[in-house]
């Protein structure tokens, strides 16, 4: 069959290496890709937002099947022009999407279907969000209700942080992502992250991680959109996975499809885990980067097929076969990130390093020129490895990491300490 992969991040280089070992899979193309998939597929350059624009090129080139990696496309509907088209596709609808791209929305779902959430109220206006704010105190966080690249949620340890974070979003920060601004009790706890494919009816977990959003060692300094993760995450014990899916995701699969809305593809449920249940904290209507990479490096080429069961509509036939395995994966950026940082820079030494079911440098944001790999990107490198162990996985991580030369780079020496 002939696939198609949208998005262009470390996420896709997994999805497209899982993808590509599958005997079902005949020809891959990803769109844009980058330099990292150019190496084990096709790369196109298309419109990725524009349904139509994805609609003629699967057309034209005889895709069978379509995979969505990033928000913004889903958010934009790409996934319903692409199945109006006839196209078998993996990825929600927009309406099913507004689980990731409307926190408010989110809230309401989680209302209306008894899901264990943080309590909340939504604003449109400061002045009685702020009212709120002194009324309930601090710690508090405030969050844009739209998507805004995973900055717009404030955790305030302060009541005059809180103030300031909904000044700035009703002010235009976040664009029309603030327009209305949700403001949550703070939860405290272990957070994971729980994956689940849905086709609408049927759910089937398939696999937890953990991600580590703090730039430095220790959890120290700003927020990324993730510098490593490993899976399983220990603290999703199967009692709590259970759980999470008996009182959030199984109630919210429900609630979408009675609104008319099923949600089918991959919904990333965001837990808060204390005294032995998870709450949550946050949907995400795609895979997480770069949870992905560790979810496929243990999933292999079964993902394929449990995409397609889930695009087929037939998930309730569909099983996971689980090895007892654990994968870390350590994000390479490039210095500076999160804040400003250079592009450019020469990326050495990945020609050495092996390629194989327990090793794999993921590209995040590379490109190639004259036959060299170029950093184009915050986040630039995925350096993951499988093992029996966690720490068997990490040692593979950080010895891989230790043949790359690029003194532009840096990354966290400390995935993993968790459940190390
Ligand atoms: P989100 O984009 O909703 O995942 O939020 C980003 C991060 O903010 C989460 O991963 C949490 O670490 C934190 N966060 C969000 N909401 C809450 C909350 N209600 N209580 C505590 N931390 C939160
Ligand atoms: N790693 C967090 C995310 O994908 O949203």
Redesign the pocket.
């Known amino acids: 069959m002939n696939i198609l992969i949208l998005g262009s991040g470390g996420r896709e280089h997994a999805l497209a290496w899982a993808v590509k070992q599958n005997p079902k899979c005949d020809r891959l193309i990803v769109a844009p890709g980058n330099a990292g998939i150019a190496q084990l597929a096709e790369v196109a350059d298309i419109n990725i937002l524009d349904g139509a624009s994805v609609v003629i090129f699967c057309e034209e080139n005889a895709i069978d099947f379509v995979i969505i990696g990033p928000e913004a496309p889903l958010a934009a509907g790409v996934a319903d022009a692409t199945r109006a088209a006839g196209l078998l596709t993996f990825g929600p609808s927009a309406a099913a999407a507004r689980l990731e791209a409307s ?1 408010g929305f989110t809230k309401e779902i989680c209302d209306a279907c008894g899901a264990p ?2 309590a ?1 109220a939504s604003f449109t206006e400061a002045a009685p969000a702020k009212a709120y704010v002194t009324a309930q105190g601090a ?1 508090i ?1 405030v ?1 844009a209700d739209g998507l805004a690249a ?1 900055k ?2 404030i ?1 305030a340890l302060t009541e005059a942080e809180a103030l300031a974070a909904i000044d700035d979003m009703f002010g235009g920060e976040f664009g029309a992502a603030g327009a209305e601004v949700v403001i ?5 706890g272990e ?1 994971a992250s729980f994956f689940i494919l849905t086709d609408g009816v049927s759910a089937l977990p398939i696999g937890t991680a953990q ?1 580590h ?1 703090r730039v430095g060692d220790g959890d120290t300094g700003p ?1 990324t959109g993730g510098m490593g993760a490993y899976s399983p995450a220990p603290v999703l014990t199967d009692e709590i996975s259970a759980r999470a899916m008996e009182e959030i995701v199984l109630p919210t699969i429900r609630e979408m499809a009675r609104r008319g809305t099923p949600y089918q593809g991959v919904l990333y449920a ?1 837990l ?1 885990i204390k005294d032995g249940q998870g709450r949550l ?2 949907y ?1 209507a795609r895979f997480g980067d770069p949870e992905t990479q560790v979810l496929m490096m243990r999933l292999g080429a079964q993902a394929l097929d449990l995409m397609l069961a889930c695009a087929e509509g037939r998930l309730d036939q569909a099983q996971v076969n689980w090895a007892n395995d654990h994968a870390i994966t350590v994000v390479m950026a490039a210095k500076g990130y999160p804040g400003a940082y250079s592009k450019g820079s020469e990326i050495r030494g990945l020609d050495r390093l092996p390629a194989d079911s327990r090793h794999m440098v993921f590209h995040a944001g590379t490109i190639e020129k004259d036959g060299a790999i170029l950093a184009s990107g915050g986040r630039v490198l995925n350096i993951t490895a499988r093992g029996d162990t966690l720490s068997d996985a990490r040692n593979r991580a950080y010895a891989m990491i230790d043949h790359i030369r690029w003194p532009d780079g840096f990354c966290r020496s400390d995935i993993g300490w968790r459940a190390l």
């Open positions: 926190k959430t943080a909340y710690p966080v969050k995973g717009g949620v955790v949550e009790e703070f939860m405290t957070e991600d959003k927020n965001g808060m904290v946050e995400n």
